[in-house]
């Protein structure tokens, strides 16, 4: 089950809070944030791109978009053996944060041909799991820039990056997010309120009955 959205939408709160929903409805669950910063030499590298390093990486978005890939590449076989003991592993960001943001970052949509390209590396060529369900916490790029860059002012590890910085960006990822929401691409999607609040109790119960 995956968790997606603008940067600032309040995904990690949704993340926790959800856990402990499901725990409390009886559910096993263990969750996986994309990028793995910090044990994956492909993720650090995408954060060192997005603050600057290494040249002119970051202006490529197939480029980009690869190394996010080969991060989730090399986390497959941890999903499919934490899929054999738990109920629910929710991740926090997965194949179509690439989607939305490389789609966006190009001027396209969700029927064009990044989208396309990368469900042909990601899933097909790479293996990864497919999801059951993305949950997409939507907020407008307006709020979401304000949470963003109220988190980089009180939070030093949390210093805003080339993608959060550009709100054009973000509006457009906003779309691409609702294409691939209305379109159900990958696995069913359901689209919660990230402004209004979520009430997880039950969005938790609606879950394990589906
Ligand atoms: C996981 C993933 C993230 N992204 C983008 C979304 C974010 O703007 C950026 C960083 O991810 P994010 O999870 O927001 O990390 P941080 O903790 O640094 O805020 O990378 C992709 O473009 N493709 C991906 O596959």
Request: net charge negative.
């Amino acid at each position: 089950m995956v968790i997606e959205g603008l940067d600032g939408a309040g995904k990690r709160t949704l993340a926790d809070a959800l856990t402990g929903a499901l725990n409390d409805a009886g559910a096993s669950v263990t969750s996986i944030a994309f990028p793995r910063y910090g044990e994956s030499v492909h993720a650090d590298l995408v954060k060192e791109a997005l603050h600057r390093g290494h040249g002119d990486l970051a202006d490529s978005v197939y480029g980009m978009a690869m190394l996010y890939a080969l991060d989730r590449r090399g986390a497959a076989d941890e999903i499919r053996a934490r899929l054999g003991d738990h109920d629910v592993v929710l991740l926090d960001r997965y194949v179509a944060s690439n989607a939305a943001y490389g789609a966006a970052r190009l001027h396209q949509g969700a029927d064009g041909e990044f989208v396309r390209w990368l469900k042909e590396l990601e899933i097909d060529r790479f293996g990864l799991p497919v999801p059951v369900a993305h949950l997409l916490l939507r907020v407008t790029a307006d709020v979401a820039a304000d949470r963003a860059q109220r988190r980089a002012e009180t939070d030093a590890a949390r210093a805003r990056d080339s993608f959060e910085t550009d709100d054009a960006l973000q509006k457009r990822c906003s779309v691409v997010y609702d294409e691939l929401a209305a379109t159900g691409w990958l696995a069913p999607w359901h689209v919660l309120d990230g402004v209004a609040g979520v009430d997880t109790p039950a969005l938790a119960t609606s879950l394990l009955r589906t």
